[in-house]
């Protein structure tokens, strides 16, 4: 299988000679077309600052991070934003949803920005609305939609692009349970159907059950890999309470 993404060797320092944080510690891995990881970590572990050097927010020390055969960590300026905008998905906790338009023009926005045809941003955003189960929210604003409704058209409007890799920041961190599960479900059905590559940071061990692999970090360098092969989401579950515990972390915190 390819690899969409390959983290190489990186590393990611803050501050000055005189006080100087060490986020991420020679971290190395890759994710194939079609998986679906989550990273998981306490508190400070340095999962998020992973997340924000792959999804280009942030920028590595040391090290290469290569998505789809490109080397982001090369890149600057429009090269950089033109790779952003066609080739990566970003679904983030608190949605990021424009207030003033509709769900349909939230999801049709990257779409636009891209010129695409129109007929084709319709026939793209009805495809996706189809397989998130939003098609009854599209006319709605924003403040008419409930939580799980808002997320999924966020994960509508990453899918929309058909990008080599959607990032997932917290996705049910401000859903109730229900919600979360429906979130969830869709995220199964776009990596199952649609081979959508999904690479999640969560602190939830619910909600990284249902992902195929997990990467556990702990002090900047990852610590554990689970891989759920065969398991039951529910036996998956409970292997993933085993590693947070190895880890120190307060299970509270992660269920």
């Known amino acids: 299988m390819k690899n969409i993404l390959k983290v190489d060797k990186i590393e990611k320092y803050y501050g000055n000679k005189g006080n100087i944080t060490k986020a991420i510690d020679n971290i190395s891995f890759t994710v194939d077309k079609g998986e ?6 306490p508190s400070g572990s340095g999962k998020t600052t992973l997340l924000n050097c792959i999804s280009t927010i942030d920028k590595v020390t040391t090290g290469h991070i290569r998505i789809s055969d490109v080397d982001i960590t090369e890149l600057k300026g429009k090269k950089l934003e033109s790779f952003r905008q066609k080739e990566l998905g970003f679904i983030f906790q608190d949605f990021n949803l424009l207030d003033t338009l509709t769900a349909y023009e939230n999801i049709a926005l990257a779409l636009t920005i891209q010129n695409i045809a129109p007929d084709e941003i319709h ?37 929309i692009s058909e990008p080599s890799l959607i990032l997932a920041d917290e996705p049910t961190g401000a859903l109730d349970s229900k919600s979360s599960r429906l979130l969830l479900s ?55 309470i085993e590693v947070v515990t190895l880890l120190g972390g307060d299970i509270g915190d992660v269920i």
């Open 123 to 159: 026939n793209r955003i009805q495809a996706a609305a189809e397989k998130l189960e939003i098609r009854d929210v599209l006319k709605k604003y924003p403040f008419q939609m409930s939580g799980g409704q808002k997320q999924r058209v966020a994960s509508a409007r990453a899918l």
């Open 36 to 41: 679906f990881v989550g990273i998981m970590g």
């Open 186 to 240: 869709s995220f199964e059905k776009l990596n199952g159907e649609l081979l959508s590559t999904i690479l999640m940071v969560t602190h939830d061990a619910f909600t990284a059950s249902y992902a195929k692999r997990i990467l556990f970090i702990k002090d900047g360098r990852i610590f554990n890999e689970l891989i759920r092969g065969k398991d039951s989401r529910k036996e998956f579950f409970n292997k993933i």
